[in-house]
């Protein structure tokens, strides 16, 4: 499938109907979702009528938006009014949101057509889409293996070319780590600069919406559509946007390129070290210079995500309990129960059958750290720690405009492999947790792939509100690559 940028124009032009884009995409997922499991819902009849009002709006000569005629898939936790939105849960299975997420009303205003929901790690908890309660996604480069999370079947809709672009949400890493995972660009925005409302809920002062493309100005495009103040969400910035496409053909000469110690320590896989410091020379080539920097509490952030993230998501999962939405489970009556003990009855069966074990696993642990006599030494702790790693960032940007390193320490691993070993998943993340503790916008590019032919993400971390910055450098990657012959998947 051609890239957003060249849907969208020749659409505008003419030269193709939206609805032969719809069939083309349709047509894929047909094809390629049996064996790799992107989608939950393909919402075929609604993808149709999109196409259509794009074609009529065209033929009235009216203007079409800059999505026009682009298929764009939308993560599960992403409320699209009529469609079902599970959450990748049993908890929420079969429920239809009576409204859309902001991000959704912005890209159907921009005639982007929406072809379905992608599955997910279980309410976004993850780090390869196994957690879900609909099966996992698998890699298009090597089905054996898993996408990433918890966007994984966002990341595979892209890469499989199910559609040129997709929305995932980034908590701690869930849209840059897939985007590695599968060889596609994935942008995580400064916290705030998209709005959240209709994102289900999971670690509210981390949750982020951001594109995956096949290319970065596909990425650059859609957040131009999608960024932008809210007043719906009251976290949302009323900070001016970027012109995020220019940026992708900005110069990068004279950028000066941070490149942290601490990411480049044990357990990163020699192959990927290797990928990343080769797209890093690449940048130095096109005149940018590089430096190291120290971020020093890099090594406490796995255990400050763990223990704020788990505490947000027991406060905001506590809504799901069977008395408003979603899954209902009563439990046999017993004689001589309260009307009180009976509720909790029911609350505890319906919240047992609803969540999965790794949800279950983060509540437990989330209620522990804001427990009385925890709460200070856990959580008001890993707070004050959180503000170290935003100083750390603070400090190196003083002296740099970016930060280069790898989105993860390996490339994809087994589907699997690390189920029974929760730790060892957490750590999947460990390059991607810092810039989300500090709400920074990040992005990953695909770089050169191991001898397996395994994908590599570089990612590149800026100041806040600089996804310019990013976009340029990530541009100038990917222009490399395509120099170098590393042809996309």
Known sequence: MDTVVAIAESVRKGEKRAVEVAETALARIEERDKDLHAFLAVARDELFAQARAVDDKRARGEALGPLAGVPIALKDALCMRGVPTTSGSKMLEGWRPPYDATVVARLRAADALLPGKTNLDEFAMGSSTESSAYGPTRNPVDPTRTPGGSSGGSAVAVAAGMSPASLGSDTGGSIRQPAAFTGVVGLKPTYGRVSRFGLVAFASSLDQIGPFATDVRGA?????VIAGHDPKDMTSLTADLGDYEAACGA?????????PEEYFAEGLDPEVEASIREAIAALETDGCTVRPVKLPHTRHAVATYYVIATAEASSNLARFDGVRYGLRVEPKPA????????????YGATRDAGFGPEVKRRILLGTFVLSAGYYDAYYLKAQKVRTLIRRDFDAAFADVDAIVCPTAPTPPFKLGEKTSDPLS?????VYTLPASLAGLPAISVPCAPTRA????GLQ???RSLEETTALSLAAAVEAAGSRRGEGRR
Not at 425 to 429: E, N, V
């Open 251 to 259: 110069s990068v000469r004279g950028l000066r390129l941070g490149v």
């Open 220 to 224: 650059a495009r859609v957040l131009s």
């Open 460 to 462: 590149i971390i800026t």
């Open 335 to 346: 004689s001589g129960k309260s009307q009180g003990s009976a509720l909790r009855a029911m």
């Open 425 to 429: 998943m957490y750590l999947s993340d």
């Open 453 to 456: 032919g395994l994908p590599v």
